[in-house]
């Protein structure tokens, strides 16, 4: 964790600490301190104080609802556990691993991927690619089939499981499929 992103912390969980013991004195008779909050409750600059540190901890709880729903799940990533610990793999890197395979091949261009992740007693993997041909390429049942295998091999040396299903999908590049072609 970066400085920066630590002195945030620590500001906010200070708010928010201050926040929530000014409320509870507030609401709560507890003796002395609540006299002497009831004391300067009644000043003006009291209540921006308080108002500005229920802000600052909305928005803060916000912020960390909306990082808690848009991060990534463990779904998103092969898992490899051993006595040794963890080991993830995520999502991205495999598709990665898949379009860099496929692209090794001259006649094969705009390569889209989707890759599937199962994990479990025994994790699976399942590839699926749309690759862009030309209308020249020929014998694109024997690519198909080359690309597969290869794709495959690739796959479970990165990972070292088991590639259950490449799905290869050809289309040409030269008609209007809506596909940009780089």
Do not use: H
Not at 76 to 97: H, P, Q, V
């Amino acid at each position: 964790m970066s400085g920066l992103k630590k002195f945030v912390y620590v500001i906010y969980g200070i708010i928010v600490l201050l926040t929530v013991f000014l409320s509870y004195f507030m609401i709560f008779d507890y003796g002395g301190i609540t006299q002497s909050l009831r004391s300067i409750s009644g000043e003006e600059w009291f209540y921006y104080l308080l108002t500005v540190l229920a802000i600052i901890t909305a928005i803060g709880a916000f912020i960390f609802f909306i990082v808690g729903i848009a991060a990534p799940s463990l779904k998103n990533y092969l898992r490899d556990t051993d006595k040794m610990g963890e080991l993830y793999i995520s999502k991205a890197a495999i598709e990665s691993n898949v379009r860099s395979t496929a692209n090794q091949y001259p006649e094969v261009r705009d390569t889209n991927v989707e890759v599937d992740i199962k994990n479990g007693e025994t994790p699976s993997i399942y590839a699926s690619l749309d690759c862009g041909v030309s209308d020249q390429a020929v014998g694109l049942d024997a690519l198909g089939t080359e690309l597969k295998a290869e794709v495959k091999r690739s796959l479970e040396e990165f990972t070292g499981y088991p590639v259950s299903n490449v799905k290869v999908k050809f289309f040409d590049i030269k008609k209007n499929n809506n596909r940009r072609v780089v």
